[in-house]
C-alpha cells in the first residue's frame, strides 16, 4: 500500500506569494493533519480535518487554511507568504478522528525568498 | 515554560550502551502520548505509543511518569541506525492538537 504522499517536493515562492499544498493520505484513513517544521525544532501543528471537517487549528494567522476532500485528500493554502514561512511542511494522516498514531509524507519544503 | 521539552542533545553513546530519554510536560490534563524517531531530512516515524502501564517493544521501552509528567524512552543494545532525532508528542485531553517537543538528538558510534 501507499503511504501518504505529497507535491511538489521543493517550491521556491516570493514574500507576497500565494502557495497550495497538497496531501494523499494512506488509503482507509480519513483524517489528515498539517504541520510546519523549521530546522532545529519538532513539527508544529497547523491544522488536522476528519471527514472534511475542521478538528483542530493551531497558532497560525489566517493567512493559512486548509481543506479536505471527498476522497479524503487535502490541500494547505498559505496566502501573503513571508520569509517566515520558509519550513518543511508536513502531512500526517490517521484512521480515525482523534490524531493519535500519524503516518506522515515526506514533506513539502518551501523556501520564501 | 514550554509545554513539553526535551533535552537537544546530541547524546553521543558507543554501539552496544543504554540511554534514556526523557520529555517532560506541563498539562496535567495530556491524555496521549508518542514517541517518533525522525532521521535527518526526513520525515517523522511513529516509533511507539506509550502507555500508563508503560510498554516495550524489543529494544525499547517507554514509560508514562504521570505524577511528575514526563514520558521516557529506553533504548538498550544502542545499533549504529538507532542515530536520530527521537520526538516526544503530548495530546492534550479535547483539544486534540498534538504537540511535538523540539526532539532529542542520538548519535551511535562504533
Known amino acids: 500500500d501507499a503511504g501518504v504522499t505529497q507535491s511538489p517536493t521543493h517550491l521556491i515562492k516570493t514574500r507576497g506569494q500565494h502557495v497550495t499544498l497538497r496531501c494523499s493520505p494512506i488509503?482507509?484513513?480519513?483524517?489528515v493533519s498539517w504541520y510546519q517544521q523549521v530546522l532545529g525544532q519538532g513539527p508544529q501543528f497547523i491544522f488536522q480535518?476528519?471527514?472534511?471537517?475542521?478538528?483542530g487549528r493551531g497558532n497560525f494567522p489566517d493567512r493559512f487554511s486548509a481543506r479536505q476532500f471527498p476522497n479524503y485528500s487535502s490541500e494547505l493554502n498559505v496566502n501573503a507568504l513571508l520569509l517566515g514561512d520558509s519550513a518543511l511542511y508536513l502531512c500526517?494522516?490517521?484512521?480515525?478522528?482523534?490524531?493519535?498514531?500519524?503516518?506522515f509524507g515526506p514533506g513539502t519544503r518551501l523556501t520564501v525568498t | 515554560r514550554k509545554e513539553v521539552e526535551q533535552d537537544p542533545g546530541p547524546f553521543n553513546v558507543p554501539e552496544g550502551a543504554t540511554v534514556a530519554f526523557n520529555c517532560t510536560y506541563s498539562?496535567?490534563?495530556?491524555?496521549?502520548f508518542f514517541w517518533y524517531r525522525q532521521d535527518c531530512r526526513k520525515e517523522p516515524k511513529l516509533l511507539m505509543s506509550?502507555?500508563?502501564s508503560g510498554n516495550e517493544d524489543g529494544r525499547f521501552t517507554a514509560q508514562l511518569n504521570r505524577a511528575s509528567q514526563y514520558i521516557s524512552l529506553l533504548i538498550r543494545d544502542s545499533k549504529l541506525s538507532d542515530s536520530a532525532t527521537y520526538l516526544c508528542?503530548?495530546?492534550?485531553?479535547?483539544?486534540?492538537?498534538?504537540?511535538f517537543g523540539r526532539g532529542t538528538s542520538l548519535i551511535v558510534h562504533p
Open positions: 500526517a494522516s490517521s484512521y480515525g478522528g482523534a490524531p493519535g498514531e500519524q503516518y
Open positions: 488509503s482507509g484513513h480519513k483524517s
Open positions: 480535518y476528519y471527514e472534511k471537517e475542521e478538528r
Open positions: 498539562n496535567s490534563a495530556s491524555q496521549s
Open positions: 506509550v502507555y500508563s
Open positions: 508528542v503530548v495530546i492534550s485531553g479535547g483539544s486534540y492538537i498534538p504537540t
